[in-house]
Structures are given as structure tokens and as C-alpha cells.
């Protein structure tokens, strides 16, 4: 289990502990309390609690289930995702507060997220995947502009645009290229794929991944040589492996 990932899975062990904390002390206060209003108030929130932490001591014991056993449990899987997407905005308060990086929990966010899609061992054609990436790859002087089309690139070799087209060409896959997050929903609802393999930043990637419910998201965090948005670039090796684990059955 790789540390990207334990940072995520410390967060829900920390929100576990406080979980139980807070039932424990609301035991004390029903104990002291003879209120029958108040107790019923008292006795829901436990309840409340319980369950909540119930539940995410069985997402992490799940969690680690499919790491180890390398199994294909799909309604297992299912749940998970649910988890981690529900849990996600506390976590990343919970982490704000402890003083971790944003950028640290989404990518653990991504990296959880990617190992269980790739669990889910389900194959996809190539003309059902789709590449999804933001614009500022595209070389910023580049007066060709791809994002309504891609084969608009001269294949010059100042970004990485070609290199997504070679791979759209020897795969038969998608590619769209979005300005936005409104653009990138929009290609998503006009393409209809069945899988999706994101590239973008952290906070991006993290909103697009929640903001996608039923189609399969790998994420694929860019690299920004000359900061943010501007210029950036993508492990092309990574995407390719993503688009053979789809069209592979993982």
C-alpha cells in the first residue's frame, strides 16, 4: 500500500477515532442528564455516530481486502467508491485542520480512487475510452488552437498534443481537449464514454472525479514545469498503461 494512499485511510482512522470519542462522551452526557427530550436527542446522535463509524471501519477492513487479495468484487468496489466520495469533503477539512497539504489528500483521493477502478478488472473498446485533458498542455504560442479540434495540431513537437494523437491513432481511442470545467462536462455528455482517463491538477481532478458518478475515472496528475496552467505536461507513458489496463480488463 503505497503512501499516497495511507494518507487518505489515516484521515478516515482519525475521523473513526473522533467518531467514537464523541459517542463516548455523549454516553457520559445521557448518564448525567434525566431529561427524556434530551436523552432521545442524545441517544440518536450516538446512534448516528455508531453507524457512521460502523461504516467506515468496514470501508477501510474492504479496502484492504482488495489490496491484498487482489479479488473482483464488484458491489464491494461499488461501495468503496461511494465511501471515499461522501467522505471526501470532512476529510479534507479533517486534514486542514491537522495541517496537511490539499494537494497531499487529493492525491491520495486520486490514487485510492485509481486503484479501484483498476480492480473493477472491467474491458472496455477503445472507441468507448476517452482522454480527457485541459488546455494549457497545448504550447501557449501555438496559434492552431485544438480545443474544438484536436487534429488542428501541426505536430511540431513544443507540447505534448501530438503525443495524444499518436496514442488516439494507435488506439482508436477519444481525445478532448477542454478550456474548463463546463467544457469538460460538455465533451463528456456529447462523447458518451464508458470510461474516462483524466488528466489535469489536483484540485481538478478531484472535482472531476466527484463530479462523474457512473462513468469509471483514472486520473492522471499533471506535471507544471512552468507553474500552474500554463504549459504543462503529462507522463504519456502513464496514459498509455491506463489505456491498456481499459482495453484489457485491467
Not at 85 to 113: A, C, H, M, R, W
Not at 169 to 194: M, N, Q, S
Request: charged share 20%; aromatic share 8%; glycine share 6%.
Amino acid at each position: 500500500m503505497t503512501g499516497k494512499k495511507r494518507i487518505f485511510l489515516g484521515l478516515l482512522s482519525v475521523l473513526i477515532i473522533l467518531l467514537t470519542a464523541g459517542v463516548l462522551f455523549l454516553l457520559y452526557i445521557v448518564k448525567s442528564k434525566s431529561s427524556v427530550m434530551y436523552n432521545l436527542l442524545m441517544n440518536s446522535l450516538i446512534l448516528l455516530f455508531s453507524i457512521v463509524a460502523i461504516f467506515l471501519i468496514f470501508g477501510i477492513i474492504g479496502f484492504i481486502y482488495l489490496v491484498y487479495s487482489k479479488s473482483n468484487n464488484r458491489t464491494l468496489n461499488k461501495i468503496l467508491l461511494t465511501l471515499i466520495d461522501v467522505s471526501y469533503p470532512v476529510l479534507q477539512i479533517l486534514g486542514g485542520i491537522l495541517g496537511i497539504e490539499k494537494d497531499k489528500i487529493q492525491q491520495s483521493f486520486t490514487n485510492i480512487n485509481n486503484f479501484l477502478v483498476n480492480s473493477r478488472h472491467e474491458k472496455y473498446m477503445p472507441e468507448d475510452l476517452l482522454i480527457l485533458t485541459p488546455h494549457c498542455i497545448q504550447f501557449n504560442e501555438c496559434k492552431f488552437k485544438v480545443t474544438n479540434d484536436i487534429d488542428n495540431c501541426r505536430r511540431c513537437g513544443r507540447c505534448q498534443v501530438s503525443d495524444l494523437i499518436k496514442l488516439k491513432e494507435k488506439y482508436g481511442v477519444k481525445v478532448a481537449i477542454a478550456t474548463g470545467g463546463t467544457l469538460a462536462r460538455k465533451a463528456v455528455k456529447d462523447i458518451k464514454p464508458k470510461a474516462i482517463i483524466a488528466i489535469a491538477c489536483e484540485r481538478d481532478l478531484t472535482s472531476g472525479i466527484l463530479d462523474v458518478k457512473k462513468i469509471p475515472v483514472y486520473g492522471i496528475i499533471n506535471m507544471r514545469p512552468n507553474g500552474p496552467c500554463f504549459n504543462t505536461k503529462v507522463n504519456i507513458d502513464e496514459v498509455e498503461k491506463a489505456i491498456i489496463n481499459f482495453t484489457n480488463g485491467g
